[in-house]
């Protein structure tokens, strides 16, 4: 507030050197002043004398409260607790426990089953897929009728 009033002195300040620079220079019509210049609002009494709290007192005053406990040092301990145990144990914890789950629905033990099937059928020299998965002579099919 203290920094808003000093600024507001100082354009008051610039605009009247400005302003009377003109009417000494004998140039009294509309553009006397600086091009744009607007009539500043007037600082009320006291204003000027009063300055920004420090930001400590500030804080002693509201401290921020993050629903932990209604001392402030120990809220923000604790505030600052559970937000370190959010993201290490849950985010990196977290991450680390689904990569290391067992293999969902055997689809990786699938694929290295079929791998070692291919192997082993060129091995032989058999074709990789025979038309009858089951052997046709040890089957018990019903008559033909």
């Known amino acids: 507030m203290a920094a808003l009033g000093r600024a507001l002195r100082a354009l008051r300040a610039r605009a009247g050197a400005l302003r009377a620079g003109a009417l000494r220079a004998g140039t009294r019509d509309r553009s006397a002043g600086t091009p744009g210049a607007v009539a500043l609002p007037r600082?009320?009494?006291g204003a000027e004398l009063h300055e920004e709290e420090p930001m400590a007192v500030a804080q002693r005053k509201n401290p921020d409260w993050h629903g932990f406990s209604a001392?402030?040092?120990?809220?923000l301990a604790n505030m600052r607790a559970v937000?370190?145990?959010g993201i290490s144990i849950a985010i990196v914890l977290g991450t680390v426990f689904l990569?290391?789950?067992p293999d969902y629905g055997l689809q990786q033990w699938a694929r290295r089953e079929?791998?070692?099937?291919?192997r082993e059928r060129e091995s032989r020299g058999l074709p990789l897929l025979d038309p009858n998965y089951y052997d046709p002579a040890r089957l018990a099919l019903p008559p033909p009728e």
């Open 43 to 45: 600082v009320p009494l």
């Open 71 to 75: 001392d402030p040092a120990a809220d």
């Open 83 to 85: 937000f370190i145990a």
């Open 99 to 101: 990569h290391y789950l």
């Open 114 to 118: 079929a791998e070692l099937q291919i």
